[in-house]
């Protein structure tokens, strides 16, 4: 059971350039999020997706788009990256609907912009 | 607004004593869950306890038990009996009744000393 798989791990972008975070779960879950984590800070969620063909934003969402392929693939493009996007980004997913359920997380991808 | 406090940045314990990591929140919603997760330097984020705000009595989960105190909207995490591999960064988060008020307290870092 892989659970939250994230690619990549590690991405190194210069300024304008554009990319696709991947995420997918295996755990029949609805809900799908997207996050973000600068040193010193908790995590800040970008977009989240309650459910199959919706999306919606978060706490930090500008320079960022989402897609909910389906249920168990949910991807974070970065259209033209900034130095200001350089962070830690989480992918999770939640079986219950708030405010109930924990997330389970992945990996995380490490993105680096020059 | 939701908000989400966590005042140690960090804290040194001994091995085998027991811990508490403190959390605030506010929030003028009636159905919400507090939620803590363990982050190790891997970087993985791993899930320890829920707690539903109408439940009635505290969450425990072996050896973590969350100290609810509605009133004083308190969510502290206690460790019982710490061991070397409980040293990690700790956070606190709160769900809402929507899931774009999903946010987290910036963390506490735990060092467990031998």
């Known amino acids: 059971n892989a659970g939250v798989t994230q690619t990549p791990k590690f991405q190194v972008l210069k300024t304008g350039q554009s990319m696709t975070l991947q995420c997918a779960q295996d755990m029949n879950h609805n809900s799908m999020y997207w996050y973000r984590q600068d040193p010193g800070m908790g995590l800040r969620l970008i977009y989240y997706s309650a459910s199959e063909g919706t999306t919606d934003k978060g706490e930090v969402p500008n320079g960022y788009n989402v897609s909910r392929l389906n249920k168990r693939e949910f991807s974070l493009r970065l259209e033209s990256a900034a130095p200001s996007q350089t962070s830690v980004y989480f992918c999770a997913s939640s079986e219950a609907g708030p405010p109930l359920g924990e997330q389970y997380f992945g990996p995380g991808t490490r993105l680096t912009v020059t | 607004a939701q908000k989400i406090t966590q005042t140690q940045p960090g804290m040194f314990v001994q091995e085998k004593e027991a811990v508490t990591l403190d959390c605030t929140y506010d929030?003028?919603?009636?159905?919400?869950?507090l939620f803590w997760y363990k982050q190790p330097s891997s970087g993985e984020m791993i899930f320890l306890i829920y707690q539903g705000s109408y439940d009635e009595q505290n969450a425990t989960e072996g050896r973590y038990s969350l100290n609810f105190q509605k009133a004083r909207k308190s969510a502290n995490l206690v460790i019982s009996a710490s061991q070397l591999g409980d040293s990690a960064m700790y956070f606190c988060a709160m769900r809402g009744p929507r899931d774009d008020k999903i946010i987290f307290g910036k963390g506490t870092r735990l060092h467990i000393l031998p």
């Open positions: 929030t003028s919603d009636q159905s919400y869950g």
